[in-house]
């Protein structure tokens, strides 16, 4: 069992820029694909980005290419979301996910391929 605690939301500017972080408890973070997902009112959650267990690999949704980054640090056991150029359609509760793998590099997008989920933080974007 892990726990996932996201942070970092806010109420931004359209163009502005925010940092998301995700606190992973227990010692098997190095294990988990992550992922981040957002959902926004009205809307079913989607895919925001994921990351492999050994970092190197990562996949983006198509809305936030070029804008976003994920990123994590085992040692810390935490996971990053570094959203730049930010819209007013980015905004959304996002949440972050882990789901075990046996392999370094398994990419995962859909919502029921994970098994741990945080409660979310919200960011808003204005326009």
């Known amino acids: 069992q892990v726990q996932l605690v996201e942070s970092g939301g806010g109420l931004v500017q359209a163009g502005d820029y925010l940092r998301l972080s995700c606190v992973a408890s227990?010692?098997?973070?190095?294990?988990?694909?992550m992922g981040w997902f957002r959902q926004a009112p009205g809307k079913e959650r989607e895919f925001v980005a994921v990351?492999?267990?050994?970092?190197?690999?990562?996949n983006y949704a198509e809305s936030v290419k070029g804008r976003f980054t994920i990123s994590r640090d085992d040692g810390k056991k935490t996971l990053y979301l570094q959203m730049t150029s930010l819209k007013p359609e980015d905004t959304a509760v996002y949440s972050c996910?882990?789901?075990?793998?046996?392999?370094?590099?398994?990419?995962?997008?859909?919502?029921?391929?994970?098994?741990?989920w945080g409660q979310g933080t919200q960011v808003t974007v204005s326009s």
């Open positions: 227990g010692r098997l973070f190095s294990t988990y694909t």
């Open positions: 990351i492999s267990r050994s970092g190197t690999w990562s």
């Open positions: 996910a882990a789901v075990t793998s046996a392999l370094l590099s398994t990419l995962r997008m859909g919502v029921d391929d994970y098994r741990y």
